[in-house]
Nanobody, 117 residues
Framework: QVQLVESGGGLVQPGASLRLSCAAS????????RGWYRQVPGKQREMVAL???????NYAASVKGRFTVSRDNVKKMVYLQMNNLNPADPAVYYC???????????WGQGTQVTVSS
């Protein structure tokens, strides 16, 4: 079993920064693809950032240049540094881990990010 727990969400003003963290436990190892998604009410969950076991990254166009995903394989952590947050960014942010062979996805419970002046 794999368990994921996000933290670091909150309420910030436009232009501010937040750093989300995702702690993993269980059978997850450093071969898993890790990433962040976000969802607002009434919309589909969308990919924000992905990072492979080798450190290659992929970002949604809307966050490229502002968000940075990173991982610490020893600690089984993945992070999302979010800079210059704007009114399009509020959502529940979810951490995901994908098994490299079965492609099974594991999700955290989500953390709320709110941007408001």
């Amino acid at each position: 079993q794999v368990q994921l727990v996000e933290s670091g969400g909150g309420l910030v003003q436009p232009g501010a920064s937040l750093r989300l963290s995702c702690a993993a436990s269980g059978s997850l190892d450093d071969t898993y693809l890790r990433g962040w998604y976000r969802q607002v009410p009434g919309k589909q969950r969308e990919m924000v950032a992905l990072i492979t076991s080798g450190g290659s990254t992929n970002y949604a166009a809307s966050v490229k240049g502002r968000f940075t995903v990173s991982r610490d394989n020893v600690k089984k952590m993945v992070y999302l540094q979010m800079n210059n947050l704007n009114p399009a960014d509020p959502a529940v942010y979810y951490c995901k881990a994908r098994h490299p062979a079965t492609l099974r996805d594991h999700w955290g419970q989500g953390t709320q990010v709110t941007v408001s002046s």
